[in-house]
């Protein structure tokens, strides 16, 4: 078969007039659930951007990308806008699947911003992160449950792929830190419907505590099941990934005793917070898709991609790379900074609270409560 590669962009021009940055976001699978809010917050930051002058000199452009597809034909998508010379950067919210499928192809040749929480331990040349991991998200969340609810047995249930499963990988660690240990693992495929097989042996177990490492709209079936199960009755659930939309999707009636852990969460009450949702709000409407932290992501990482270019001066993705231990970067999450291509940021626990998120408490960059 033969490849077809899309064509350039209609505002593509060979004056350099534009920065074309290629937006990766889910608008399709399971993912698809936050993909709007996504785009909208990457929007919002590109036009942030702009009107503080653009980034050396030119207009910064998205261009999204369904992010929800196979990650090899996403990674030839974006490689094809590389080589056409439509785009000059890459950002987005996506699997690691994907990531892990594009960063080879592109993040040697233009800067690449990750904007997902991951599974850690990407090193590519050229890649750059704002996103959680498993050592500043999960493990404080997991040791503090151990602490306040007494939980000692853990349920692993996640999509079958790298992040789910190497994260579970870590929880084992975290849970014997604390006294306890992972009794049990299921990894379903993305776009899962019947979790009845899962949620027997969930019964069946000993389990205090299950640990959900669902993408999207699976979480979401897994939730309304769960609650139709009984199972909230003996097991609490903490999920890395739980945005607003999710809540929302999954209904109150499914979210008794479910917590959060994320670097972001629509309900804090700081002034940086509330700025973002006066922005987002007077830019798009009441009606707009619901902030989250999952869509605030984008928004970081078009902040960050432009740091990165305005602190290097240049499109060469070494020169970046040597300049990007300087920059920082103000956005809703306060004032960040790069330390070995991560940012490092604050991480908050919150518990559902009907359709929202009681923030409970937060950790510094070292996993200390604050």
Known sequence: MFRHDPPAPEWFTADASVLGVALVVPMQGPAGIFGPTCELCAQLAAEEVNRAGGVLGREL??????????PREIADHVEALVELGAVQGVTGWHISSVRQALAPRIAHRVPYVYTALYEGGEHTAGVFLTSETPRDQLRPAMGLLAHERAVRRWFVVGNDYVWPR?????????????????????????????????????????ADAVLMLLVGSDAVRFNRAFAAYGLPARC???????????????????????????????????????????????????????????????????????????????????????????????????????????????????????????????????????
Not at 169 to 196: I, M, N
Not at 277 to 295: I, N
């Open 166 to 206: 190497r994260t579970a990988r870590a929880a084992h660690g975290y849970a014997r830190e604390s006294g306890g240990a992972v009794d049990g693992e299921v990894y379903l495929p993305l776009g899962t419907h019947d979790f009845e097989p899962v949620l027997r042996r969930i019964e069946r177990s000993e």
């Open 61 to 70: 452009r998205l261009l999204p990308v369904d992010g929800g597809g196979s």
């Open 236 to 370: 609490l659930r903490l999920s890395t990934l739980m945005d607003e939309n999710m809540l929302m999707a999954s209904g109150p009636s499914a979210t008794e005793d479910l917590y959060s852990t994320a670097g972001f969460f629509a309900s804090l009450a700081n002034q940086d917070t509330l700025d973002f949702h006066g922005q987002y709000a007077g830019r798009y409407g009441v009606e707009a898709p619901a902030l989250g932290s999952l869509g605030e992501s984008c928004y970081e990482g078009v902040l960050l991609l432009a740091a990165l270019l305005r602190g290097a001066g240049t499109l060469d993705v070494t020169a970046i790379g040597a300049a990007a231990g300087t920059v920082s970067y103000e956005g809703p999450r306060g004032l960040m900074h790069l330390r070995g291509r991560h940012v490092r940021q604050r991480i908050y626990l919150a518990r559902a609270d009907g359709l929202d998120f009681d923030v409970l408490t937060e950790f510094d960059p070292h996993g200390s409560r604050s």
